[in-house]
């Protein structure tokens, strides 16, 4: 049986929960991504520097009045690759299921 392909930039719990967040929402402000990942700001910065240099995000800085913001969104290939990485899992998850399934048919006195 293969294994699914697993997105190695996903792996990261870090950068998954950042990804699956900016997935359900469009242009987020940086400091509810910081809150809601439970992050600092250096280690979302790192993160997102790591994401935007696959194309999973995108940064786009701007002001509020005279306060400085920066804004995060979820790019077309950081969807793609999330999907395909969730998918990866449920078919791992699927596999250890049947398996399961499958030692306890052969198991003796079932």
Do not use: C
């Amino acid at each position: 049986m293969a294994m699914p392909d697993l997105d190695p930039l996903l792996l990261d719990p870090t950068r998954l929960s950042i990804v699956a967040l900016l997935s359900g929402t469009e242009w987020a402000e940086f400091s509810w991504v910081r809150d809601s990942a439970g992050l600092s700001d250096s280690a979302l910065s790192k993160q997102i520097t790591n994401l935007a240099s696959a194309g999973y995000v995108e940064v786009k800085k701007g002001y509020v009045g005279k306060r400085p913001r920066t804004w995060l969104n979820l790019s077309g290939s950081g969807h793609q690759a999330l999907r395909a990485h969730v998918a990866a899992l449920n078919q791992i998850v699927e596999q250890s299921q049947r398996a399961e399934r499958t030692r306890h048919a052969e198991e003796p006195g079932e």
